[in-house]
């Protein structure tokens, strides 16, 4: 049921926040917060994965990039596919994530990704934090908060936001909505 709840809710951002394809997802997301304990404390990697396969499903379906977000004991890195981080020139580090350091969420990622790496910082277009994980360091400079239909997978927050580029220049200035 998680798994489902998990794609679905990914599906809707995809759909309310105008990912594109190709673009970069962070997720972050706390499997203790899921099953109803505090954030760090009981680390699940079934949950994990039911999650990671819901949300992979969805974003592979719409070619939207995921990046899987480690927990702080491995200073919030990063699980992306190789290609990503050669497409966006990320400088990528040796580490391989565990439940109990990394995350049983990022553990997944790492597992079932095709090519997975570490990065330490990306900015990605959009992202999905479960759990309250604390994404925001890995968006672009200009968050915008997407209400979805649910704000919960199970027991745990969700809160999700797209970016767009700054608007700069002022009032003579002449912006391309399309480039939001």
Not at 27 to 34: A, K, L, M, R, W
Not at 86 to 97: I, K
């Amino acid at each position: 049921m998680i798994r489902e709840e998990a794609y679905i809710l990914t599906k809707e951002f995809i759909e309310k926040s105008g990912m594109k394809e190709g673009e970069l997802m962070v997720v972050g997301c706390s499997t203790s917060e899921v099953i109803g304990s505090s954030i760090g404390k009981d680390s699940n990697p079934d949950v994990a994965k039911e999650i990671f396969e819901g949300i992979y499903e969805a974003a592979c379906e719409s070619r939207i990039y995921i990046a899987a977000q480690c927990c702080e004991h491995l200073n919030r890195a990063l699980i992306i596919e190789k290609e990503v981080a050669l497409l966006r020139g990320y400088d990528m580090v040796n580490v391989v994530p565990k439940p109990k350091a990394g995350g049983s969420f990022a553990t997944m990622a790492y597992k079932y990704m095709k090519e997975p790496v570490a990065v330490e910082h990306i900015k990605a277009e959009g992202g999905i934090d479960i759990g309250d994980t604390l994404i925001g360091m890995h968006l672009r400079d200009v968050a915008v908060p997407v209400r979805l239909s649910v704000d919960k997978l199970s027991e745990a927050h969700v809160v999700t936001a797209r970016t767009r580029l700054k608007y700069i220049g002022g009032p003579r200035a002449e912006y391309n909505d399309d480039n939001v």
